[in-house]
């Protein structure tokens, strides 16, 4: 059921209008609409439905949605923002964390702890940042010689999170029937 085309009834959405001011606010508004939509796709599910997978032989779950965006978070903010290119990526399954999800309460349970690690660190290193440090160049923990923008890095994080919400709403609707932003 939607609610008017929302997803949730407007008093239970943790997601706000808001008129973030800068750049940078504006990237943190976004992200933290896209992190708190991936929560609430994920609300009132049982860890069976959280690892159903989409289309077989596709491992897409939402709970691998939830591994693979810790993953995202912790590369693109600890390994590439701090340049710390040496730390062990998390959920290192060479699928991006989609791979050995299992619809048990302890996977759930690690999936959602890395998730909010990750959101969290990142969030300290976004704290550390102001406007006019956005076009400073970060080498890539792949290519040390290859460089991009904190600017970039977070329009790609934007980007990420916005084609796995899109994939997210499909998977839900799959699951139970339920749709809505």
Not at 10 to 34: C, H, I, K, W
Not at 61 to 75: N, Y
Not at 87 to 102: H, K, N, S
């Amino acid at each position: 059921m939607a609610y008017n085309g929302m997803f949730l009834p407007p008093e239970e959405d943790p997601r706000r209008e808001s008129t973030p001011v800068g750049e940078l606010a504006t990237y943190r508004d976004y992200l933290n609409t896209f992190r708190l939509t991936v929560e609430v796709k994920c609300r009132d599910l049982t860890p069976e439905q959280l690892a159903t997978r989409s289309v077989p032989p596709s491992d897409l779950s939402l709970l691998g949605l939830v591994r693979h965006l810790a993953r995202v978070e912790h590369h693109w903010f600890q390994r590439c923002l701090l340049s710390q290119p040496t730390i062990p990526r998390i959920f290192d399954d060479g699928t991006g964390g989609f791979t050995d999800v299992e619809g048990t309460q302890a996977c759930v349970d690690e999936a959602w702890a890395a998730f909010r690690e990750q959101t969290a660190a990142a969030d300290a290193v976004l704290d550390a940042l102001s406007d006019d440090m956005l076009g400073e160049q970060r080498p890539l923990p792949r290519s040390p010689d290859e460089t991009l923008s904190v600017r970039e890095v977070l329009v790609h994080l934007i980007e990420e999170y916005a084609r796995h919400c899109g994939h997210a709403d499909l998977l839900r609707e799959c699951i139970d029937g339920r749709t809505g932003l």
